[in-house]
C-alpha cells in the first residue's frame, strides 16, 4: 500500500493542496517521488501542477515561496519575511556548529579542509560531511586535502546572487579571516 | 408549584409547558422558574426556542419593561444551570456499577459499548515540523563567532606555550615514570592476551574519558615502537586491537622481563 492509498483524500482534492499540505506539514524537503506517490500523478503533470503551486505562491500577498533542491522541495518563508516572523520558529534548520562551519567555508570560499580544520577544530569534518551531505558544500581533490566551496543551492537558499553579495554586502561581518 | 402547569397552556412537542410573558408577569413567576428547575425535566427544554419565544416578545415591549427581559434572561441561564448540573451529576455517579452502567449504553450512546471494548477514534492534531531557514544576518553572525573562538584559542595556545603550561599529554613530569607506567600498561596487555588472541583498546581503559584514552595510546604507541605490542585497526575510527608481538615474552616470563626492562 503505497502513500497515497493510505492517506487517499477521495476524489475532488486538488493534487496541488495536497501538495501543499504535504510540504507545510513535512517541514523537511521531500522527494519527488513522494510527492508522484501521494498525488498519483503521472511526472509531467506534476511537474505543471509544481509549477502552477510556485507562480501561486511568488504572488506578493503570499508569505512562502517553493523551493526546489535537486529534486527535493519544500515550503521556505519568503527571505523578506523571514526576519520578522523568525522569533516564532526558534530552531533553525542546522545546528549552531555546523552553521559557523559552514559561514567560514562561505566567507573563505574555495578554501581547503585543512584550513577549516585548522580553525573550527576536528569537529569541522563531521560538519562538512553533512554540509556536503545537504548540498550547500562541494568539495574536489586538491593534493592530499580537499578543496571547499559552496553550491549554487548555498546561493539559491541565502537568495544570493554571487558570493560578493555575501562578503561585500549589509550582511558581511566587520572581520574577514585571511 | 403543584397547580402547574395550568389548564391551557401551550406546550412543547416533548411535553414541556412553554413558559409564556403571562407566567414571568405573574407574582408567581420564582415558583414557576423553580418547577422548570427542579421538577420539570430540564432536559427537555430547548433553551435556544425559549430564548427566541422570550425575543419576539421583547420585540414587541419594544424595551418598556426591563424587569421583565430580565426575568426571561434569568430563566434561560437557570435552566441552563439545571442542564449542566445534571451532566455533572451523569458523570459523577456514586456507585461504580452506575458508571458502568451510563458508560455502556446511557451516556454515550454508542452500541458499540454493549459488545466490544470500542475504542473512539480520537485525532491528534498533526504538529508540523518548525524549524526554519537561516538567515542571512545568522550566516554573518556565526562567522564572527567562529572567528572569535578560534582567536581566543589561539591566545590560549600561545600564552600556554609560553609560560610552559600547555598539556600535550606527553608531560610526565611531576607523574610516575614513563616506564613504570609502560611496564603497567604491558602486563595489563599480557593479562588480557593471555585470554585470547588479541586485546581490545577499550579493556585497556581503566577509565571512560579522552585523557585516559589518549595517554593509553600514547602508551601502546610507545610499547609497539619497543617491538613489544601490534595495534591494528581493521577500518578508520572502529576498536583497536592489541596484539603481542610474536617474539614478546610470554606470560610465564614476565618477571625475568621486567626485570630486564628495569
Given amino acids: 500500500m503505497n502513500n497515497r492509498e493510505k492517506n487517499d483524500p477521495g476524489k475532488g482534492v486538488s493534487p496541488k493542496a495536497i501538495i501543499e499540505a504535504a510540504l507545510f506539514l513535512a517541514g523537511d524537503p521531500v522527494a519527488k517521488d513522494e510527492l508522484l506517490d501521494l498525488t498519483g500523478l503521472p511526472e509531467s503533470q506534476l511537474d505543471s501542477v509544481l509549477a502552477d503551486l510556485k507562480e501561486d505562491l511568488s504572488e506578493e500577498e503570499r508569505g512562502l515561496k517553493l523551493f526546489e533542491n535537486d529534486g527535493l522541495y519544500s515550503l521556505k518563508i519568503k527571505r523578506e519575511l523571514l526576519e520578522r516572523v523568525k522569533y516564532l520558529a526558534p530552531h533553525r534548520d542546522m545546528s549552531k556548529g555546523v552553521l559557523r562551519t559552514l559561514s567560514v567555508i562561505a566567507y573563505n570560499s574555495p578554501v581547503l579542509q585543512k584550513e577549516i580544520v585548522e580553525i573550527r577544530g576536528n569537529g569541522a569534518y563531521d560538519h562538512i560531511d553533512k554540509l556536503i551531505d545537504r548540498n550547500f558544500v562541494k568539495s574536489e581533490q586538491e593534493g592530499r586535502t580537499k578543496l571547499l566551496s559552496v553550491t549554487g543551492y548555498f546561493l539559491d537558499y541565502f537568495e544570493l546572487n554571487s558570493l560578493d553579495e555575501l562578503r561585500k554586502g549589509e550582511h558581511a561581518p566587520e572581520r574577514l579571516s585571511n | ?262
Avoid at chain 2, 9 to 38: C, H, M
Avoid at chain 2, 167 to 183: S, Y
Avoid at chain 2, 184 to 206: A, D, H, I, M
Fill in chain 2, 1 to 262: 408549584m403543584e397547580d402547574y402547569p395550568k389548564e391551557g397552556s401551550e406546550f412543547t412537542r416533548s411535553g414541556i409547558p412553554v413558559v409564556s410573558v403571562e407566567d414571568l408577569n405573574s407574582s408567581k413567576w420564582r415558583e414557576i422558574l423553580d418547577w422548570y428547575a427542579y421538577s420539570g425535566d430540564p432536559w427537555e427544554i430547548s433553551v435556544v426556542e425559549m430564548a427566541q419565544t422570550f425575543q419576539k416578545e421583547l420585540e414587541n415591549l419594544d424595551g418598556k419593561n426591563l424587569e421583565l427581559s430580565g426575568r426571561m434572561v434569568l430563566t434561560c441561564s437557570v435552566i441552563l444551570r439545571a442542564k449542566a448540573e445534571g451532566l455533572i451529576d451523569k458523570e459523577q455517579p456514586e456507585e461504580e456499577d452506575q458508571l458502568e452502567e451510563d458508560f455502556d449504553s446511557d451516556y454515550w450512546g454508542y452500541e458499540e459499548f454493549e459488545n466490544e471494548k470500542y475504542i473512539p477514534d480520537l485525532e491528534i492534531p498533526l504538529k508540523r515540523i518548525n524549524k526554519r531557514t537561516v538567515t542571512r544576518d545568522e550566516l554573518s553572525d556565526a562567522f564572527t563567532n567562529a572567528v572569535d573562538v578560534y582567536d581566543r584559542r589561539e591566545e590560549r595556545w600561545s600564552t600556554e606555550e609560553e609560560d610552559g603550561s600547555r598539556d600535550w599529554g606527553l608531560n610526565f613530569q611531576g607523574e610516575e615514570n614513563l616506564q613504570v607506567k609502560l611496564q603497567r600498561l604491558y602486563r595489563k596487555v599480557k593479562e588480557k592476551v593471555s585470554r585470547g588472541k588479541e586485546v581490545l583498546f577499550s579493556r585497556l581503559l581503566n577509565e571512560d574519558t579522552k585523557e585516559e584514552k589518549f595517554r593509553t595510546f600514547m602508551e601502546l604507541l610507545h610499547l609497539q615502537s619497543e617491538g613489544k605490542v601490534i595495534c591494528k585497526q581493521e577500518e578508520p575510527f572502529s576498536e583497536i586491537e592489541v596484539e603481542l608481538m610474536e617474539d614478546s615474552p610470554q606470560p610465564g616470563q614476565r618477571e625475568e622481563t621486567e626485570r630486564q626492562d628495569e
